[in-house]
């Protein structure tokens, strides 16, 4: 005998089909959305890996263009302290690295200078465009890629350095670009003394820089000024940037030094990982 089914039969047999089909889609649009993201990290993962083996290439022919070469010329000591006990007559005894260009500016026609770093991996030709923007995404060799390279502030002149000399670049996980900067976060760096120099050759001059604020900071513009409008205005800069530091580096610094600042991310680029140094000697490149 064939069985009738009440009214609140039939809707609940169709309410438990529609909720049955329901289930079905969002569980294939929950498949669908992790196979998704499962396919846009693994091609992040490939391009993060490609981006990095160009440059290891780019890093590769660069480095057979290369030659560092140490000069002990005495070269002209700049804004020397009074106090002769200062640690800076023992950083300014050591030697000038220098090197040809020719071949790097065939390269990249924005090589602008070339940047050292004892016991980092620091060891890069400098570039630099017409804004702040281009070699974050884009290699020595022009091409796009989101490792970027070291670049130089585009407010910035080679050829008579400004007050405060800004130099960028990605910190790579890789140790590519800025990725070893934070080494100077380590005790066993903070150690050895010879460290606190960054040495750095344009086209025209050798300059050695004694390092003399290492920090972390929030993003912000007031570090990354590049002239002042008077002393007192660099004055109060400096004595923030000294304040700032993690470690006392023993530096005496004044309102006629010449600064190189260091800036790259820190903490998943919600900070930024600052090295600041002051000019103490220079040499004419040969």
Not at 131 to 154: E, P, R, V
Not at 189 to 211: A, G, R
Not at 219 to 244: A, C, G, H, P, S
Request: net charge positive; proline share 2%.
């Amino acid at each position: 005998m064939k069985k009738y089914l009440s009214i609140e039969e039939y809707y609940q047999k169709e309410w438990d089909v529609k909720n049955k089909k329901n289930k079905l889609i969002i569980k294939n649009m929950a498949i669908l959305g992790c196979l998704s993201i499962f396919f846009i990290s693994v091609g992040a993962l490939f391009n993060w890996n490609m981006d990095n083996f160009k440059v290891k290439r780019i890093n590769k022919e660069i480095k057979e263009d290369i030659v560092l070469i140490s000069n002990n010329d005495v070269g002209e000591l700049v804004n020397p302290p009074k106090n002769r006990y200062s640690n800076y007559y023992y950083y300014v005894k050591m030697p000038f690295y220098q090197i040809d260009f020719s071949n790097l500016i065939d390269k990249n026609n924005d090589t602008v200078a070339f940047i050292h770093i004892n016991n980092t991996l620091i060891s890069y030709p400098v570039v630099k465009s017409h804004d702040n923007s281009y070699y974050l995404n884009h290699s020595f060799d022009k091409k796009q890629n989101k490792a970027g390279w070291i670049f130089m502030d585009y407010r910035n002149s080679i050829a008579d350095l400004n007050d405060n000399t800004i130099i960028y670049g990605h910190s790579r996980l890789d140790g590519t670009m800025f990725g070893t900067l934070r080494n100077i976060l380590l005790p066993e760096w903070q150690s050895n003394q010879d460290n606190y120099v960054i040495f750095m050759s344009t086209l025209k001059e050798n300059y050695l820089f004694q390092i003399f604020t290492i920090y972390t900071i929030n993003v912000e513009d007031y570090y990354i000024v590049t002239n002042f409008n008077d002393n007192n205005e660099k004055q109060r800069w400096l004595e923030t940037m000294k304040k700032r530091s993690i470690v006392d580096l023993n530096a005496e610094v004044d309102v006629n030094d010449k600064f190189l600042t260091l800036s790259t991310c820190y903490d998943n680029d919600n900070k930024r990982l600052v090295v600041q140094a002051k000019l103490i000697k220079r040499q004419q490149n040969m």
